[in-house]
């Protein structure tokens, strides 16, 4: 009897930690060909605790794809098995034209169906979101990635359109997440916030200075995510201090200018 009483315990403690996922979203500046082999290895060991990674910045062009394949193969040599999407291109003109990538273990995590770009507003958002559907013991929940125009741009004229992306969507569980380019507490996220989204990191600095003042490496509260706490229960929240491995901001930007941020969720008590 007590062995069937500590097997039953073992299997529920599985079943337990097989709800958690882990979100890592990375803005990963002009991520393609100049991201040498080096580089990527080290991407690689910074991301590949993670579940799901989302990345902005994947360049336009060629590039851009090949990159984001190349740290899947390179994530699979360091154990598991890895999947990507990369977006096609943003509608935006120029610079602003950008691509997105998702990456996943898919031990852990499924996709469902084929990731998209949400083009309703298009025309009025430069690089519209990119969203992919996954899944984890048939439980779904949808990951949105966006990266806001400069902050010399104004980014609050793209982000509040967001207050319309929910209605889109009402059936998904809607997690926002990447690189906003303005901080959690802008008047632009009120409408989110009263539909009861909340974010996951608070008053938390997530981009590199030029060069370090007083010690402090990080200058703006930039890339973060947003969810609804009463669909999704989030464990932890944080980022990376990656920079830390290099000898000067100069060295670590050249990675990039942003620190990866990551959020843990508790699918147990999402419906299937």
Known sequence: MKKYIILLLILISFSCYSQNVSLCSWNLQNFGKSKGEEKIAYIAQVVREFD??????????????????????????????????????????????????????????????????????????????????????????????FHAVPKSKQPETE????KYLPA???????????DFNIPQSHTVFNPLKKMGYVSALVRQKTS?????VNGNALASEYDNFYFHPAK????????????????????????SDHVPVYMKIDLGTLAK
């Not at 890895?82 to 499924?110: C, Q």
């Not at 519209?128 to 984890?136: A, D, S, V, W």
């Not at 464990?235 to 990675?255: C, M, N, P, W």
């Open 159 to 162: 982000i509040k359109y967001f």
């Open 52 to 145: 799901i990674i989302a990345l902005q910045e994947v360049v336009a062009g060629h590039g851009g794809s090949q990159a984001v394949a190349r740290l899947a193969d390179e994530l699979n040599r360091l154990g598991n098995q890895w999947d990507y999407v990369v977006s096609d291109p943003t509608s935006g003109m120029g610079s602003s034209r950008e691509r997105y990538a998702f990456i996943w273990n898919t031990a852990k995590v499924k996709q469902k169906g084929k990731a998209w770009l949400e083009e309703s507003y298009n025309l009025l958002i430069d690089r519209e979101p990119y969203y992919c559907r996954f899944t984890i013991n048939n439980k779904v929940f949808t990951v949105a990635s």
């Open 168 to 178: 889109l969507y009402p059936a998904d569980n809607l997690i926002f997440c990447g």
């Open 232 to 255: 999704l229960k989030m464990t932890a929240s944080g980022i990376v201090h990656f920079y830390g491995d290099f000898e000067s901001l100069k060295d670590a930007r050249s990675i």
């Open 208 to 212: 590199l200075k030029q060069r370090p």
